[in-house]
């Protein structure tokens, strides 16, 4: 009977497909729950914090001043009649300024614009972390799959040969095989035993990593099936959408913009920079004389720089040389987006290919093996060619459960190559992060210091 993964997938007797887990609800609590996805949201926030920093550059600046103290004077003025002062007194002074900046060659403007760029950038990492954990999602919940059937596939072969030990133990004792078909069976039954324990072991490890990336232990697991709905038709177009849309390529855009605005705020530091400044001050026995002062002034000053030992300079080059640089590894990641579609394209056409094969590969081998030991019971062929019929057919069943797998998981890559691997996208039933609540709950914040809902 031909093994099929998605049959394997149930590992318990008697449990219904309707009460499994599916792969959509794995990648559901892989999105909310993973933690490398969470610790990006949360970079993703910090870097939220940038645009508030850079627009404190339009704000004006307060300050406010205090001082009390002690001291004790002495005076004795040259000549006849002029009073002696001397004694203790406690100056205190209280005062506050404000100064605001008026031009500092857009320095101001450019970097939030930068800052703001960053933000996006940052969005588009977070998309790829995104990405990333839900492929691993798909991918752990399929190898799950593939290592349970290959367990029970193993299993089955272990049964087969345990019965053909003890026929061929029944037909040697009456004389029918020698001793050589009796070690052949003995031999092949202990291989398969091995093959079994090896695939227990890569269940237990793949249980272990299905716990690492989906947050729980896998238990009932439905069939998978791919997405190909969601994937475009043509390779031409899937390139496309991929130089467009896949968020490496959009983060590497973000990236120019951002080395962009640099040179223009390192080219600001060259031009005038205008300032106002109002201060207050009330002072009470600054000395004995005088008890009481009261000072306010409104200044505006400008400064011109005209030679700063040339670092400005070598500021504003080497920020272009980055601005170039960033160009070139957006056309670098183009070309790497670009190749990982194509390959993700022949991976799921050559995986749509072999599951169609081992198909056919399992049901030819199910008759050789009934047609080998008809012939065998006639006497026309000999137990060592029912043994290698029997794991013919094993490794047939053992390439479906893998072309199966493969087939799955290349539509799921696909769909990441082209950078559309996201919940909105697959209708996965969770609430989307969306970054932009916190943007724009922090970005014209003046005050506070209590993260939005939390500390």
């Known amino acids: 009977m031909t093994i099929v993964l998605l049959a394997c997938a149930i590992t318990h007797v008697g449990i219904h497909v309707a009460s499994a887990d599916t792969i959509e609800g794995a990648m559901v609590r892989a999105y909310q729950n993973n ?14 914090e940038a645009v508030p920093q850079a627009l404190s550059g339009y704000r004006p600046r307060v300050a406010a001043t205090a ?9 004795n003025t040259v000549g006849f009649g002029n009073p002696v002062e001397h004694g203790p007194s406690v100056p205190r002074s209280i005062g506050g300024t404000v100064t605001q900046t008026v031009f500092n060659g857009q320095q101001t403007a450019n970097r939030t614009r930068a800052a703001e760029a960053q933000v996006f950038g940052a969005r588009e990492g977070l998309r790829v972390i995104e990405q990333t954990v839900l492929l691993s999602a798909a991918t752990i919940y399929m190898d799950y799959l593939r290592d349970s059937a290959v367990v029970e596939v193993q299993r089955s072969n272990v049964n087969v040969l345990e019965k053909m030990l003890q026929q061929t133990r029944d037909r040697f004792s009456t004389g029918e095989v020698t001793r050589t078909d009796l070690a052949q069976a003995e031999a092949q039954l202990a291989a398969g035993r091995t093959q079994q324990l090896t695939a227990d072991s890569n269940l237990v490890t793949t249980r272990a990593n299905f716990r690492r990336i989906i947050g729980n232990d896998p238990e009932r697991l439905a069939p998978g099936a791919p997405v190909d709905r969601f994937l475009p038709q043509r390779l ?12 490496n390529v959009t983060a590497a855009m973000f990236g120019i913009d951002v080395s962009h605005l640099q040179v223009k705020v390192n080219e600001g530091a060259l031009l005038p920079t205008v300032t106002v400044q109002a201060a207050v001050q009330q002072s009470y026995e600054q000395t004995l ?12 000053q400008i400064s011109v720089p005209v030679y700063q030992g040339g670092a400005e300079y ?44 081992a198909k056919a590969q399992v049901a030819a081998s199910e008759i050789a093996l009934n ?3 008809d012939e065998a019971r006639e006497g026309q ?7 290698n019929a029997q794991q013919a057919l094993v490794n047939a069943r053992l390439a479906l459960v893998n072309a199966q797998h493969d087939r799955v998981v290349a539509s799921y890559a696909m769909l990441n190559a082209i950078g559309r691997l996201a919940p909105q996208v697959l209708n996965l039933d969770t609430t989307v992060y969306d970054p932009s609540v916190h943007y724009h709950q922090v970005r014209d914040s003046v005050f506070g210091v209590r993260v939005p809902g939390g500390i």
């Open 35 to 48: 933690p490398q996805l969470n610790a990006q949201r949360a970079s993703v926030r910090a870097t939220d």
């Open 371 to 373: 047609g080998v030991r």
């Open 314 to 357: 070598a500021l504003i080059r080497q920020s272009k040389e980055t601005l170039a640089q960033q160009r070139i590894v957006l056309d670098q990641v183009r070309d790497q987006v670009r190749a990982s579609v194509v390959t993700a394209w022949g991976q799921l056409a050559a995986g749509k290919a072999q599951v169609t094969s």
């Open 67 to 75: 001082s009390a103290g002690y001291q004790y004077s002495d005076t």
């Open 236 to 247: 031409a177009d899937a390139v496309g959408i991929g130089a467009l849309n896949n968020p």
């Open 289 to 300: 004389a005088v008890y009481r002062t009261f000072n306010a002034s409104a200044t505006a």
């Open 381 to 387: 062929r000999t137990t060592l060619d029912v043994l």
